[in-house]
T-cell receptor, first 115, second 109 residues
Framework: ETGVTQTPRHLVMGMTNKKSLKCEQHLGHNAMYWYKQSAKKPLELMFV???????ENNSVPSRFSPECPNSSHLFLHLHTLQPEDSALYLC??????????????FGPGTRLLVL | GQNIDQPTEMTATEGAIVQINCTYQ??????LFWYQQHAGEAPTFLSYNVLDGLEEKGRFSSFLSRSKGYSYLLLKELQMKDSASYLC??????????FGAGTTVTVRA
């Protein structure tokens, strides 16, 4: 238990569906992250939020839409996804995203399958 | 982009020692992390190195050479529960964290 929770843990959706992934952290952190993890590939950073403001969008397609209503919650809204978007989506949090030695704490991820 | 290389897979016997190497080429450097990830679970923090040398933490040690762009994670007295993926991650000059693809370690009885 890292203090970062994600729901749902598993999700199957069609290409025309709309769904949302939720992340919540109970660590009092101010930075939150979305990563995509595909088999045998490095974790890919998607979005970064610091103090609720988006500070990084790593050239992510617009079919992925993040939302950060407060420092404890992060959402990833999904619509018209493609089969190649099937992956493990990991949320992480850290103190404030500005310190070199700062550790990121990860949630267990949402395993997404797009049919 | 950043370039972080580590072996894809390693196998070792229970009680043995395994060394996982990581080489990196990044724009600037603000530290190197090792994470452990069991199948279906969250990556969990193992170690952080920012200065050259060896950091020891129980059965796990991590080494860094900044001039060589090189690190290793040393796992001693291997246990079955150490079977997992080990991720090397480097924080660059812009404080962005980039990950390697991970090394899957299988511990055999």
């Amino acid at each position: 238990e890292t203090g970062v929770t994600q729901t749902p843990r598993h999700l199957v959706m069609g290409m025309t569906n709309k769904k949302s992934l939720k992340c919540e952290q109970h660590l009092g952190h101010n930075a939150m992250y979305w990563y995509k993890q595909s088999a045998k590939k490095p974790l890919e950073l998607m979005f970064v939020y610091n103090f609720k403001e988006q500070t990084e969008n790593n050239s992510v397609p617009s079919r992925f839409s993040p939302e950060c209503p407060n420092s404890s919650h992060l959402f990833l809204h999904l619509h018209t996804l493609q089969p190649e978007d099937s992956a493990l989506y990991l949320c992480a949090s850290s103190q404030d995203g500005t310190s070199g030695g700062e550790t990121q704490y990860f949630g267990p991820g949402t395993r997404l399958l797009v049919l | 982009g950043q370039n972080i290389d580590q072996p894809t897979e390693m196998t070792a016997t229970e009680g043995a020692i395994v060394q996982i190497n990581c080489t990196y080429q990044t724009s600037g450097f603000n530290g190197l992390f090792w994470y452990q990830q069991h199948a279906g679970e969250a990556p969990t923090f193992l170690s952080y190195n920012v200065l050259d040398g060896l950091e020891e933490k129980g059965r796990f040690s991590s080494f860094l050479s900044r001039s060589k762009g090189y690190s290793y994670l040393l796992l001693k007295e291997l246990q079955m529960k150490d079977s997992a993926s080990y991720l090397c991650a480097v924080r660059d000059g812009d404080y962005k964290l980039s990950f390697g693809a991970g090394t899957t370690v299988t511990v055999r009885a």
